[in-house]
């Protein structure tokens, strides 16, 4: 599959099967995915794969933390109130996914449900944190988004599916403790993946991109 194939046939999943990705492909993946460009070479990715009865344990701390109804305290600044067409964008996202799992928009429930099922990982068997450092900031988060975006591609080409979920990173204290993260270190999003479950109205779900001219200009 090339990558221009890749890139027009992965799409978020929401609903996976729960059987395991192999350990030694995962660790190929992740392996080539070491290749990720970064600024000055840093790396600054610290990556954690959580899979079994321990990401089992951790969905059920998450799910528990989320019930509270506590206000998110991200490591991060993620305090961005989209605006004029990103919001249209982000409100056509959820208007498309709602859809596609035939939930009406009034139906506050049972869309809070579709949203808890965030930090149940979507029933994927593997779910992975991407951490740096905290002071690296910006041009951190910039080299973690490269690195993700490699990550995602090398999977698909592996037939292995993925959501990247801003979401996993809004409640970091529990996973702070529970993976042990030493001080400094900050939580900036995840990724569940897995085999997904092409039976899942969620997994009918697609959204559309702009128009090259309305996000690219050419000069010269």
């Known amino acids: 599959m090339s990558l221009t194939d890749i890139l027009n046939n992965r799409y978020s999943v929401r609903a996976f099967r729960k059987d395991p990705v192999d350990q030694a492909m995962l660790e190929t993946i992740f392996s080539a995915a070491q290749r990720a460009p970064s600024n000055c070479n840093v790396q600054p990715w610290q990556t954690y794969v959580v899979s079994g009865s321990q990401k089992d344990e951790l969905?059920?701390?998450?799910?528990?933390?989320?019930?509270?109804?506590?206000?998110p305290a991200p490591d991060f600044n993620w305090?961005?109130?989209y605006q004029g067409i990103h919001?249209?964008?982000?409100?056509?996202?959820?208007?498309?996914?709602?859809?596609?799992?035939?939930?009406?928009?009034?139906?506050?429930?049972?869309?809070?449900?579709?949203?808890?099922?965030?930090?149940?990982?979507f029933d994927a068997p593997h779910v992975a944190f991407f951490t740096m450092d905290k002071y690296l900031d910006i041009m951190g988060a910039v080299d973690i988004g490269i690195y993700a975006q490699t990550l995602t591609l090398l999977l698909k080409e592996q037939g292995i599916d993925s959501c990247m979920q801003g979401a996993l990173g809004q409640f970091p204290q529990p996973l702070h403790d529970f993976l042990q993260l030493p001080e400094g270190r900050?939580?900036?999003?995840?990724?569940?993946?897995?085999?997904a479950d092409d039976s899942a109205d969620a997994n009918k779900c697609r959204t559309e991109r702009a128009?090259?001219?309305?996000?690219?200009?050419?000069i010269g």
Not at 59 to 71: D, E, F, R, S
């Open 59 to 71: 969905k059920n701390l998450l799910v528990a933390t989320v019930m509270k109804q506590q206000q």
């Open 211 to 218: 128009a090259l001219e309305d996000a690219v200009t050419f």
């Open 79 to 81: 305090q961005v109130a």
């Open 186 to 195: 900050g939580i900036l999003f995840g990724m569940s993946f897995g085999y």
């Open 87 to 121: 919001r249209e964008r982000q409100f056509g996202s959820a208007a498309a996914l709602y859809s596609a799992m035939g939930i009406e928009r009034d139906d506050k429930m049972k869309r809070n449900m579709a949203m808890l099922r965030n930090w149940a990982f």
